[in-house]
């Protein structure tokens, strides 16, 4: 089945960019997101991408897909405080409800 | 609208008690699925369903029974509970071939 790759951790400084990075197995992939949940919180869309585009921005997000890596990044623009959470990159396959999740990579921002 | 709803927030149970997770959303989503999310794991999804009376197994469905009697609830019902069962369990739902699921905001269940 799907495996997708998460590192669990990362640090940055309020006003920093964070990009959190994530690999997935399944080149058929159609659909690619990500997910924010906040401390005691279910999980909330943030953004996801097609498998036809190469790139997605949404005020301060940019993900950005390479298909032939099988790599999706999430980058998030002057990191604020509240972007403190944990990152889901998930993936669907084998039909819209086949969705497989990564670990999750939590952010740390450092005021 | 409430969204998807979730009750208990908390649960402890012994060694082979059973208990039922409450799910329930009014949002008219035909698709609902319970996840449970462990440290390191991400979410694996347990059960899901496209729509009243239709259900189909996840990831990891052993020791989890569901039903779907209407489109608002989706219960998650435990028959014997093992430790390996303490987790976080989330339910979502969607509209069929929409690519957002809307989440619960989740039941922490301890078995001890």
């Known amino acids: 089945g799907e495996d997708v790759e998460q590192s669990l951790f990362l640090s940055v400084r309020e006003g920093d960019s964070s990009v959190i990075n994530c690999t997935y197995t399944d080149s058929s992939s159609t659909y690619l997101y990500w997910y924010k949940q906040e401390p005691g919180a279910g999980l909330q869309l943030l953004t996801y991408i097609f498998s036809n585009m190469d790139m997605k921005q949404d005020q301060r997000l940019t993900v950005l897909l390479n298909k032939k890596d099988k790599h999706l990044s999430l980058r998030i623009a002057d990191t604020q405080t509240g972007d403190s959470a944990i990152y889901f990159c998930a993936v669907n396959s084998g039909g819209y409800q086949k969705v497989t999740f990564g670990t999750g990579t939590k952010l740390q921002v450092i005021p | 609208n409430a969204g998807v709803t979730q009750t208990p927030k908390f649960q402890v149970l012994k060694t082979g008690q059973s208990m039922t997770l409450q799910c329930a959303q009014d949002m008219n989503h035909e698709y609902m699925s319970w996840y449970r999310q462990d440290p390191g794991m991400g979410l694996r999804l347990i059960h899901y369903s496209v729509g009243a009376g239709i259900t189909d197994q996840g990831e990891v469905p052993n020791g989890y029974n569901v039903s779907r009697s209407t489109t608002e609830d989706f219960p998650l019902r435990l028959l014997s509970a093992a430790p390996s069962q303490t987790s976080v369990y989330f339910c979502?739902?969607?509209?069929?071939?929409?690519?957002?699921?809307?989440f619960g905001p989740g039941t922490r269940l301890t078995v001890t």
């Open positions: 979502a739902s969607s509209s069929l071939g929409a690519y957002e699921q809307y």
